[in-house]
């Protein structure tokens, strides 16, 4: 891989403007139609989650208030959409209604992530109390899950819980549990051609090696980290191509012993891949991670199998995706908080790397870096 430079002027301003055209009193729209919000689709649990997780992002990063304005609607949402036995229902039409009793396994597992992360890092001691009484109340049910994404979210979501509960031993057995769910599969599934966690690289990948990385990280279990490690090295060897992201798509995806699908290129899998190789440079303190973490960031503005950017910079959204005859031309709610979320990782690299050059020089510089790289990763 060539090397880059990475500059902070390189990244586009960030700006909420197209959050704020999605998001209405109930939460946010889970569709657009190109710029503006799509009222027949609703709102789904699944973008209300991943848009608390980037609000909360954004104001502890960036202090921006639009965002802090943002987070008590989307924890209500969730909170509104949690069943008394800690499920979630998914779908809700403009009215107000819900569509569905019991969402997705992928719902609840992307709910309980942008939970866990609100119970670790809310701005306001009334939104950490809500956040809380779900997470609890979601608890019976994490044994139940059978999605290895969700198993993988749910990772994520308990890892954030526990930063901040160290002492609780009955979680820090449930989360060793959850990831021993996804070692066994990485066992089973591995070859010599094929590290990882089922036959197929499908969608959202990027979380389950981040995920596994996470809990070895937490529970200080060596053998859970370099499964991790060596998944994302297989799915980096797999998905960077000529210098530059090349997402697996989603029309038959990449089956062991098969051809990898080009297209249809999802956000969220670029988002994925820059939340795992900043974990892995944050880890190792390698710049060749990082600069694959800002390879990975650059696709969505131009640097793609199509050298088409899915960045909009006049709404501030993000097209849906990357298609064999161009970009969806829609950008919905998924796809703008994929971009978002990326470019608040990317940013908060470039301070830590700031900070760590800060680091050399003054005991009052040291005390700066220190507080500034304790900023969470998402």
């Known amino acids: 891989m060539a090397k880059i430079t990475i500059a902070e002027n390189s990244l586009p301003p960030f700006k909420l403007d197209h959050i704020t055209r999605l998001t209405d009193s109930t939460g946010i729209f889970q569709h657009a139609t190109y710029g503006i919000p799509n009222y027949h689709e609703g709102y789904c649990l699944d973008d209300n ?64 992530w942008a939970i866990g992360y609100t119970v670790a890092y809310a701005p306001k001691d009334a939104y950490l109390r809500a956040a809380y009484e779900l997470f609890i109340r979601a608890i019976p049910q994490f044994e139940r899950l059978k999605s290895i994404r969700s198993i993988a979210n749910t990772i994520l979501g308990l890892c954030h819980y526990l930063h901040g509960q160290p002492a609780d031993e009955g979680l820090m057995a449930l989360t060793r549990k959850l990831s021993s769910r996804l070692y066994n599969a990485y066992e089973t599934h591995r070859h010599d051609d094929w590290h990882w966690y089922e036959s197929l690289l499908a969608y959202d990948n990027a979380l389950l090696p981040l995920s596994m990385m996470r809990a070895g990280n937490l529970l200080n279990d060596k053998a859970f980290y370099e499964v991790g490690f060596e998944s994302m090295a297989f799915l980096k060897k797999n998905t960077f191509k000529k210098e530059h992201l090349s997402i697996v798509g989603n029309a038959e995806w990449f089956k062991r012993n098969s051809i990898p699908s080009r297209f249809d290129q999802q956000p969220i899998d670029a ?38 950017s899915l ?40 301070d830590m790397r700031f900070d760590c050059a800060l680091l050399k020089e003054t005991d009052e510089d040291r005390n700066i870096s220190s507080h500034r790289m304790a900023y969470p990763t998402a």
């Open 271 to 308: 988002m994925a891949t820059v939340l795992l190789l900043q974990q892995v440079y944050r880890d190792t303190g390698n710049p060749d991670h990082m600069q694959a973490m800002y390879t990975a960031y650059r696709w969505f503005l131009g640097e793609n199998d199509l050298q088409m």
């Open 49 to 112: 989650a991943r848009a608390l997780l980037m609000a909360i992002m954004a104001y502890r990063q960036l202090n921006d208030e639009t965002a802090l304005g943002y987070i008590p609607t989307y924890l209500a949402y969730i909170r509104y959409a949690q069943n008394p036995d800690g499920t979630f229902r998914n779908f809700m039409a403009f009215n107000r209604n819900f569509l569905d009793d019991v969402g997705s396994e992928d719902a609840f597992g992307r709910a309980i």
């Open 311 to 350: 960045y909009d910079a006049e709404t501030g959204g993000c097209y849906d995706g990357l298609q064999a005859n161009g970009v969806n031309r829609n950008q919905g709610a998924e796809s703008t908080l994929a971009y978002l979320i990326s470019h608040l990782a990317v940013q908060q690299t470039l």
